[in-house]
């Protein structure tokens, strides 16, 4: 595929979460943004700010793709900010934009990404409650998941 600072990575997850799982996000966020990676999330709260904030605190790149048409919505993490006013549909421009998306935690809003993802042919990694659907990629840890985009999709 190439080298990691041509991969964008979507994060996505719940915009409300446990601290576990905001810690598990924030840990993903500065693990792939030290590999090189430009991150893309719904720019809002949750897994996505976890995120933002984790690649963030490493001078990583971030793009928040927002439901609304208000920029100053974005979490105070994310460099580029991209309105829609499409609502929940922009979930598909947040996989669509990635090479690769990663799970972690989330409900209804995260299953439906990793569906569309899957549906256009990305590979989706899972941390966490939806990781035992088939055809996705299992991990237990923001590392393994970092090692898996590092294996199996960088040259």
Do not use: H
């Not at 990676?37 to 809002?44: A, D, K, Q, S, Y």
């Not at 920029?71 to 993490?77: D, H, L, M, T």
């Amino acid at each position: 595929m190439g080298d990691a600072s041509t991969i964008t990575i979507a994060v996505i997850g719940g915009g409300k979460c446990s601290q576990e799982a905001y810690d598990t996000a924030r840990c993903l966020g500065r693990l792939l943004a030290l590999a090189g990676c430009t991150l893309v999330c719904g720019g809002l709260g949750g897994i996505m700010e976890a995120a933002s904030e984790g690649a963030s605190s490493v001078s990583g790149r971030t793009i928040g793709i927002l439901p609304g048409l208000d920029k100053r919505a974005s979490n105070e993490f994310i460099n580029t900010s991209i309105v829609t006013g499409l609502g929940q549909m922009r979930n598909f421009l947040v996989v669509a934009n990635a090479d690769i998306v990663i799970a972690v935690d989330g409900g209804w809003g995260t299953l439906s990404e990793v569906a569309l993802a899957k549906k256009i042919g990305k590979e989706v990694i899972v941390l966490g409650k939806w990781s035992s659907i088939p055809g996705i990629l299992p991990a237990k840890t923001p590392e393994q998941a970092v090692r898996l985009v590092r294996e199996r999709f960088l040259n």
